[in-house]
């Protein structure tokens, strides 16, 4: 029996640990080399591992399950997972690529494994950019619940920014640096969590620790030792860019 590597991300333990049950029960040949709780770590394992199959959830924080697949290999295999019936689009029902609707049911799960199994003996790895940029513009047009305002603490003063002013967000310890152009201040919202309340059409997230507004980005460059580097517009500080988000730069 050939082996199987796959991939899981989903941000929820329970939904996380009975889906990769459930998985390595109905597919034997299964090996899981990699379960993941949010997008970025799914994005990094992604890349460390190349799996033949990778069952993504939709929305994760930091990055969607969306973005995680673009950065699958032309060998690997993707089903996505929703809790969102909206998203399950005829481009899913074709047989490009499947879906599994929360909560998951073992039958649904068999279905979408025997459909991955018979495009691994086809060996048939369909192309699936343009459903992800369907499923993409379906989520933007469903999200409503990007911040407009950011209420962080300098001293014993608290101060009330519009997200329109903001050029960067940057994880330090247990706070997060706020960053505009005039002034800067702090906040205690996890970054995961903030990541999820921001537009990600004006917010990429480039670095484990650094959200930056793309039209605040000047350029990109390689550093003596081949790292990516990010400059602000009118700012002196240089952010770092991790191997993971190099992608988001090609072509700029």
Known sequence: ???????????????????????????????VVAVCEDGLSALEAMQQYQPDLAVLDIRMPGLSGLEVARSAGVNTQVVFTTAYDEYAVKAFEAGAVDYLLKPIKPERLQQAVNRVRERFQAKAAPDIS????????????????????VTASVGDTVKMFSIDDVLFFQAQDKYIRVVTNMDEAIIRTPLKELIASLDPDIFWQVHRSVVVRVSAIDRVRKDEFGHYELHIKDRKEILPISSAFQSRFRGM
């Open 130 to 149: 343009n459903i992800i940029d369907a499923l993409e513009t379906k989520l933007r047009g469903a999200s409503n619940k990007s911040i407009k305002w």
């Open 1 to 31: 029996m050939t082996t199987i590597k796959v991939l899981i991300a989903e941000d929820e333990q329970p939904q996380r640990q009975a889906l990769q049950e459930m998985l390595q029960s109905l597919m034997p040949e299964a090996n």
